[in-house]
């Protein structure tokens, strides 16, 4: 079945660029969506097929995905901005959906 | 407006089922899949399946294949899961959630029902 390995947790300042990677086989073939779940909410969506933005989402919020690595860029990192982040996609060969395991976003 | 709306928090013995329901409003349900995500307490986020709502066809995540049943009342506009045979490690909140049948991005979540499986 097909995995994806998201990067450590990460910490910035307000202000800063926040990064956050997703790795696998050849992702870049797939469309990657991106969620970010605040402590006891539900997951929201922010990004999809790799660098779109739902309506509502800040331009804040952008996506890349090239090869075997997808990457979420958050810049000008705010407080509201902690959250868990989730990437996802859909593995056509199994028909399932598949997430990766989170990486936390914690502003210092 | 659009809604996701699910049923209450559960608490079962280990052994018996539970049925977990989502209402939805506010869009057109042939234009979308619907799914099942659930998150174990500190855990991240584990897919169970997706049902069609048009004609009902279901796919399964191979850990719930036998133990997980999802359908989807046309007249309520309401999709359910029923999970059985429940071990304490399915304690974890349950979520709907909604992806178009163009993509599979799930672009709207329910509020999720927390299910406790304990003796």
């Known amino acids: 079945s097909y995995v994806l390995t998201q990067s450590p947790p990460v910490s910035v300042a307000p202000g800063q660029t926040a990064r956050i990677s997703c790795g696998g086989n050849?992702?870049?073939?797939?469309?990657v969506h991106w969620h970010q779940q605040k402590p006891g909410q539900a997951p929201v969506l922010v990004v999809y097929d790799d660098s779109d933005r739902p309506s509502g989402i800040p331009e804040r919020f952008s996506g890349s995905n090239s090869g075997n690595t997808a990457t979420l860029t958050i810049s000008r990192v705010e407080a509201g901005d902690e959250a868990d982040y989730y990437c996802q996609v859909w593995d056509s060969i199994s028909d399932h959906v598949v997430f990766g395991g989170g990486t936390k976003l914690t502003v210092l | 407006q659009l809604q996701l709306v699910q049923s209450g928090a559960e608490v079962k013995k280990p052994g018996a089922s539970v049925r977990v329901s989502c209402t939805t409003s506010g869009f057109v349900f042939s234009s979308y899949y619907l799914h099942w995500v659930r998150q174990a307490p500190g855990q991240g986020l584990e897919w169970m399946g997706l049902i069609n709502p048009s004609g009902g066809s279901t796919t399964y995540a191979e850990n719930f294949q036998g133990r997980v049943t999802m359908t989807w009342d046309t007249s309520t506009s309401t999709l359910h899961m029923e999970l059985r045979s429940l071990r304490s490690d399915d304690t974890a909140v349950y979520y709907c959630?909604?992806?178009?049948?163009?993509?599979?991005?799930?672009?709207?979540w329910g509020q999720g029902t927390l299910v406790t499986v304990s003796s």
């Open positions: 050849d992702i870049g073939s797939k469309s």
């Open positions: 959630a909604r992806a178009p049948d163009s993509g599979y991005e799930l672009d709207y």
